[in-house]
């Protein structure tokens, strides 16, 4: 049961003052490192700082969306102060406690993984993902309108990937009156995308495909809109980059072929961090309670 568990959020953007808000409300003794800049009326909720948190009373530890950096640094929104996660910290806290992070990296992974503790990336789950989905095609869509001068719909847009976000940003701009064009390697994919009513695109003819596109969405984390699709693109067209760090755009060469590229991480946080931290507060609600 949440109720009466300890647990340490370290840092996180506005998405996290609902997380805070849910597991409170759920009883947890709920302790902030990385929110000094705010201040809680709740009596469960807790400041707390690297100095003086008794790590060795946790039940678990939850992490930005982000996780850490490949330095341990945590990304803490309301905080002046630099925060780090370390070994020791980790060591410190009971055999059970588990570590919950929006992503990972091989810092964090070999961190867990020498220190024997339990590892929980949220965005690895399928519901995490699918519900997280909402907000990134909704943040990607109110961007591309601010980005264009041109409407959505009528426009031409190819999605490159078919996964849990480009589902979802791909049957978004459908609705809204795009021409929306899929980029996928397998059958089934092409098979649901004629299903919805899209069109598809085999991944390896794509540079025959994108030369009247508009806007390029990639959902695809890893090098794919290279110097050969953005040559075949015309320069008025816009790329907004979903994918996880470091994207699968040649920004580089983009930005010298004069087509404007965009890397746009974190749009739940950005667009509707309310809507977004609920989602996270939910699941990881669920899965404490387990």
């Not at 909720?45 to 490949?70: C, H, R, W, Y």
Request: contains cysteine.
């Amino acid at each position: 049961m949440v109720n009466n568990q300890n647990i340490l959020i370290m840092g996180g953007d506005a998405r996290y003052l609902e997380v805070i808000k849910r597991l409170s409300k759920d009883g947890a003794n709920v302790f902030l490192i990385g929110f000094d800049q705010l201040s809680f009326d709740d009596t469960n909720i807790k400041q707390s700082t690297l100095e003086t948190m008794d790590f060795s009373m946790l039940d678990a530890i939850t992490l930005p969306v982000a996780g850490t950096n490949t330095a341990g640094e945590i990304e803490a929104t309301y905080s002046d102060q630099t925060i780090y996660l370390t070994k020791n910290i980790i060591a410190e806290s009971p055999a059970d406690c588990t570590i919950y992070t929006g992503t990972s990296n091989p810092f964090l992974d070999n961190l867990a993984k020498s220190t024997n503790r339990k590892l929980v990336r949220l965005f690895a789950r399928d519901d995490m993902a699918i519900l997280n989905s909402i907000p990134t095609a909704e943040g990607a869509l109110r961007l591309a309108m601010e980005e264009k001068d041109i409407t959505i719909h009528g426009s031409h847009v190819m999605v490159l990937g078919f996964g849990r976000v480009g589902i979802t940003v791909a049957r978004l701009f459908s609705s809204v009156g795009a021409n929306v064009r899929v980029a996928v390697r397998k059958s089934s994919d092409i098979s649901r995308i004629i299903e919805m009513g899209l069109e598809p695109v085999r991944l390896e003819n794509l540079d025959q495909s994108i030369n009247d596109i508009d806007i390029c969405m990639n959902t695809i984390p890893y090098p794919v809109i290279d110097s050969t699709i953005i040559s075949s693109m015309k320069s008025s067209a816009l790329i907004i980059d979903l994918a996880s760090k470091p994207g699968g755009t040649d920004f580089t060469f983009a930005d010298n072929q004069g087509i404007q590229s965009l890397h746009a991480l974190g749009l739940p946080g950005k667009s509707a961090p309310k809507s977004a931290g609920r989602i996270i507060a939910g699941v990881l609600a669920e899965l404490l309670d387990n």
